[in-house]
Nanobody, 126 residues
C-alpha cells in the first residue's frame, strides 16, 4: 500500500516562498507519476502540478505557471513543490498524489490519481 506524507506547509506573507515535500513509501517510487493538488475552503480540489515517473515531463496549472516548480528525487522517494511569489489566492490545503502511470506523459484529473496524502496547510497573508 502506498503511503504519502506531505510536509513544509505554513504561514507566509505574500511574495514569499515555501517548499513542500512529499515522502512516498510502500511501492517503487519510480513506478508512479506524481502530482500536487490543492483545495481552498468551499472550493473543489484542483490540479496544481504534475511530474512524470522519470522527471522529464512536467505540467502546471495556468494559475501557478512561472511561480511554482515541481521536482522529484527518485533516490529519496520524494517529490517537491517549490512555491515562489506566493499570493493570498494560493491559500489552501495542498495534497500530494500518486498515479500508477509509467509513461512520458502526466495526467491532471483528480480521479486519475490512485493514492493521496493527508494534506498540508499553506496560508498566504496579504
Amino acid at each position: 500500500q502506498v503511503q504519502l506524507v506531505e510536509s513544509g506547509g505554513g504561514l507566509v506573507q505574500a511574495g514569499g516562498s515555501l517548499r513542500l515535500s512529499c515522502a512516498f513509501s510502500g511501492r517503487t517510487f519510480s513506478g508512479y507519476a506524481m502530482g500536487w493538488f490543492r483545495q481552498a475552503p468551499g472550493k473543489e480540489r484542483e490540479f496544481v502540478a504534475a511530474i512524470s515517473w522519470s522527471g522529464r515531463t512536467t505540467t502546471y496549472a495556468d494559475s501557478v505557471k512561472g511561480r511554482f516548480t515541481i521536482s522529484r528525487d527518485n533516490a529519496k522517494n520524494t517529490v517537491y513543490l517549490q512555491m515562489n511569489s506566493l499570493k493570498p489566492e494560493d491559500t489552501a490545503v495542498y495534497y500530494c498524489a500518486a498515479d500508477a502511470l509509467r509513461s512520458p506523459r502526466v495526467r491532471v484529473g483528480v480521479n486519475e490519481y490512485d493514492y493521496w496524502g493527508q494534506g498540508t496547510q499553506v496560508t498566504v497573508s496579504s
